[in-house]
């Protein structure tokens, strides 16, 4: 409840000075043109049955707030420099810590040629890099299957670099290019962490490399994009375990870790279609210290796969209406029919701008199975001590503003 | 019948009409720092989705836009393909990343003209009956 109040608080003014502005805020330097931009975002949740995302929301809960300030300048021709900060409270998640979200210097010297180096979001999927802008999406909560909130910091960003550039084909529309290389950044605070400590394990922290990329073609068809991601990010973690009926001891868990991701996207006037088909594979051993001669060791794998299809049609220039319907299969291969094997929800929303920097959404979820308890995808064991039920239908309200 | 595909010949032409008309009615225009006389309609589109930022003579470019209005809505339909609202949501994606800034936006013909006069580089559209002193004219093809 503190955390939220501070993070409400603080987004709030973060946004103040551009909303006093009554505009995203510039001024000169040195005769550069230097932009500064801000967005936040509070949410209200309220489930029938199983509690959802470590909030409350069997009782309904504010418990998810987020927003974050940027500035950014071009110092030459082909030379930007810009940074964000960002803060969010989901739950116990976030915890209203401001992160560095992107700082990065980007070179374009061509338009089929640039390098960014520092902290840069991922392009990853459709939605990956832009997923914490609330006003650029329909959807109150984006497809768990694809974007899950308590797993944000797995794929967010990375330290290091990319190179990308766009070609352009003329007729045959244009290639957009994106191979990157880096760390992933830590979070003690997201829903790894959380999530495993009801499996025994305390973990330090989680980091690890990155490294992938994306292709996308872009109106090849009129209209239409459609590519392909992959990400490899191996992680390593130490913390505390503990294997029943074996006491707590000091371990470690090391992962390989595999994403791929195929999606495609139609939009033309007020119609948009979305559809993302996503793979995760991880190979992961957990050793357990029992003894200083003894080291207990576990394997885990997954196989993991996630999709939605999506469709919204702006009915006005205020009004905008959606649906989609996401799956996700912890393990592919196991019998998908139990509630502990699928998180299926089918979403409906209603967008409302209420002004070009401000809007409200209001969203059903009807959601069946919660998947299994190394899932991480909203449904944990702690936050439901009396077990989980197989549907929950959940309410989601959320505004936004943007400047 | 005959009387039927007369119509239909009439509407045809009447819309083939009406969309150069929209066409004729913006204007592209530029800083006399820009040295091409004319554009392609695939750079045009690449400069105003800040995917390219200079034109094929090498002449650095930065776009202007207007704020709203039918001669906004004409240039981002005809050259674009971008309806207002999502070209609004194309930027904020790349300013909330990091990719690009917001392009500078104006409220009037009168002042994208006034602005791209002094500014190195710029390069905005007006309606068509807008004087344009003290900028070039460029022509898309």
Redesign the interface.
Known sequence: MHSTIKTTLLTALVCAAPAVMHAQFDFTVDGRQVQVHSFASQGFMYSNDNNYMTMNTSQGSFAMTDGGVNVSTSLTDKFRVGAQAYDHNVGVMGKGRITLDWAYGDYKLKSWFGIRAGKVKTVFGLYNDTQDIGSLHTWALLPQSAYPIDLRASTIAHVGGDIYGTIDFHKLGDLSYTVYAGSRPDDPTGGYTYGLKALGAYLNGVTGTQAGADLRWNNLIKDVTFGASFMDSPMDTTGTMQMSPLPKSPGTIQADDYHTAYYVSYKSGSLTVDAEYRIEKIWSTMKISIMPTMVVSSPYNTDACGSYGAVAYRISKRLELGTYRSWFYPTWTENRSLPSSHITDQVVTARVDLAKFWDLKIEGHFMDGYGNPQSLRGFYLQDNPDGLKPKTNMLVIRTGWNF | MKYRQLLCVAAATSLLAVSSAMAADVKVIANSSVGAASVSA?ELK?VFLA????LSDGS?VEPVVLKGGATHEAFLKEYV?K?D??F??YY??L????????PKALASDGDVVAYVAKTK?AIGYVSGGTATEGVKTLEVK
């Open positions: 695939d690449g995917t390219k930022t200079s650095h393909g309806t609202s999502a609004e949501t904020r994606s300013v909330f990343t990091g990719k690009a800034s917001m580089g």
